[in-house]
């Protein structure tokens, strides 16, 4: 059973950063996808990015594209994402998502927005002022 716990949300003025981190534990494969997404309160849940374990291949939502950075610490069994340039509209709840891969599964479908993962965190608060 793959688990997430997500850490390093908080609140900042419109123009900060925050790192984000998604600690997991309990996957077997070594190929995957992290998955990161968002839900506003009243809105759906979108998706923010993706990485693709293997390389570490990164995809974004044009929204975040420029200001947010995918990474991963493979040692740490970590995925952050660095949000930098906040904007009163990233507020929001945030979740990390896990989807492991078949062997002869094609990375780049880890940029699929519409992507089904099997295992979330349980989302961790962002809140941005103007």
């Known amino acids: 059973q793959v688990q997430l716990v997500e850490s390093g949300g908080g609140s900042v003025q419109a123009g900060g950063s925050l790192r984000l981190s998604c600690a997991a534990s309990g996957y077997s494969k070594s190929r995957y996808c992290v998955g990161w997404f968002r839900q506003a309160p009243g809105k759906a849940r979108d998706w923010v990015g993706s990485i693709y374990s293997g390389g570490g291949y990164t995809y974004y939502a044009d929204s975040v594209k420029g200001r947010f950075t995918i990474s991963q610490d493979n040692a740490k069994n970590t995925v952050f994402l660095q949000m930098n340039d906040l904007k009163p509209e990233d507020t929001a709840m945030y979740y990390c998502?896990?989807?492991?891969?078949?062997?002869?599964?094609?990375?780049?479908?880890?940029?699929?927005?519409?992507?089904?993962?099997?295992?979330w965190g349980q989302g961790t608060q962002v809140t941005v002022s103007s």
């Open positions: 998502a896990h989807s492991e891969l078949s062997t002869y599964a094609y990375g780049g479908i880890c940029s699929d927005p519409k992507r089904a993962y099997a295992y």
